[in-house]
């Protein structure tokens, strides 16, 4: 079921403009290095002149939370339950914690019948233990469902599922979430469905209408936390990325409309490093958009994708930093921006090192701090964003 075009001619309009100056930025931009060694990225010149002085070493946290916001990470079982200095880190620098994988459906549900808590109830704790808020990462996806699914699940049982499982674990959760990404990554308009809807099992059985139903279970479990849509591909000033801009604010504003119970965007932000078509203008636009809205934002999954850089480390560390403090600088002029996790906090436990391997086999470096949990220029980057940003 389609849901009425609400989005102004003045917002189109806008966007228009912005990818006009858009052009000329990357346009403008000098390559000072040989082609072949870099071969797509246009503010190299621009990094190696940069400064990341931070003054101190205060933690991440605790130089967002004196800005009002909130910084932490996402981490996962697995290397916070064996790794001790890993651990200590994470509570080091961050404010709030988002188990990676431990609360998606294919690791909560084993079978139909049961829900398995336990990886995620470690992680809750290790929260409360170090004073960390804790966050749920998601209740709705269209990816990565248990096996099982597509056998169980049809049009007949498909709003049962779905309602049972958000009841189930938000109330396993209740008073102890900060926000939860109620629905993920529901917008994918290369799948040609009507209003730039994700194809989605949800999608083929209960209608478009599975995203306001599934906020409205999850507020009645657990009227406290703040409700997130999370989505990814928002940052950039490409076709794909301004029909997803485009078709979320339209999803925003028909949930507002109806009387939704949803509080943020969530923007994921996996940047690409060697991308050269980021328009600051039409994203803080964009922000401004949303916030006109009511919602809040968070950025959910910051992290810098090294996988096209050069090799040398020195250089990839920069351009990683230089990334970080263009997005951070933009996101957090906007005062609507509560918080910034980034995807990960070492790059010894990233998944970029999966799915976005180098083709030099070099170790991926897209985190603030190195595998041996050292600091990096990224780390400088977005503590200096921190101490820049206006305060909340
Ligand atoms: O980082 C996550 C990786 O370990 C998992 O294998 C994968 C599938 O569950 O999900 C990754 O996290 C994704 C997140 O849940 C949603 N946005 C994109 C993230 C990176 O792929």
Redesign the pocket.
């Known amino acids: 079921m389609a849901y009425k075009r609400l989005i102004s001619r003045r917002h189109i309009m806008r966007l228009g403009l912005a990818t006009l100056s858009g052009i000329g930025v990357v346009l403008g931009a000098k390559k000072i290095y040989p082609r072949q060694q870099i071969s797509s990225f246009s503010n190299q010149e621009k990094n190696l002149r940069r400064d990341f002085t931070v003054s101190g070493k205060t933690p991440l946290r605790n130089r967002a939370a004196s800005k009002g916001l909130i910084y932490g990470a996402?981490g996962?079982y697995p290397a916070l339950s064996s790794d001790e200095a890993f651990k200590k880190r994470f509570a080091q620098e961050c404010g709030i914690l988002v188990p990676?994988?431990e609360l998606?459906w294919?690791t909560l549900r084993p079978t139909p019948y049961i829900f398995d808590f336990s990886k995620g109830d470690w992680l809750a704790q290790f929260a409360q233990r170090n004073n960390m808020l804790f966050r749920g990462?998601?209740l709705v996806w269209n990816?990565?469902m248990p096996e099982w699914f597509k056998e169980v699940v049809n049009r007949q049982n498909a709003e049962k599922f779905l309602v049972e499982h958000i009841t189930t674990v938000t109330k396993h959760y209740v008073g102890q979430m900060h926000s939860w990404d109620v629905v993920?990554?529901g917008i994918d308009p290369n799948h040609g469905n009507p209003d730039g809807l994700a194809n989605s099992p949800w999608l083929d059985f209960l209608g478009a209408d599975y995203i306001e139903l599934a906020f409205r279970v999850a507020a009645q479990s657990d009227p406290k936390a703040l409700l997130v849509y999370?989505e990814?591909g928002l940052k950039y000033d490409t076709p794909e990325h301004e029909a997803r801009r485009t078709a979320v604010l339209k999803l925003l504003e028909h949930l507002k409309s109806r009387g939704t119970p949803i509080h943020a965007l969530g923007m994921?932000s996996?940047i690409l490093a060697h991308e050269t078509r980021f328009n600051p203008k039409k994203l803080r636009t964009f922000l401004s958009d949303v916030a006109s809205l009511g919602l809040k934002i968070m950025i959910t999954?910051l992290d810098v994708i090294d996988q096209k850089l050069p090799a040398d480390p020195t250089l990839r560390d920069r351009i990683v930093a230089g990334a970080y403090q263009d997005f951070l600088s933009v996101v957090l002029d906007e005062k609507a921006t509560i918080a910034v996790l980034t995807?990960g906090l070492s790059d010894r436990y990233t998944?970029i090192s999966?799915?976005n391997s180098r083709s030099d086999a070099a170790t991926v470096r897209p985190l603030p701090l190195d595998s041996d949990f050292k600091p990096k220029l990224g780390w400088n980057a977005i503590a200096s964003s921190f101490d820049k940003a206006p305060k909340r």
């Open positions: 996402a996962n990676e994988n998606k294919d990462h998601n990816q990565f993920n990554e999370n990814g994921e996996h999954e995807w998944w999966r799915f």
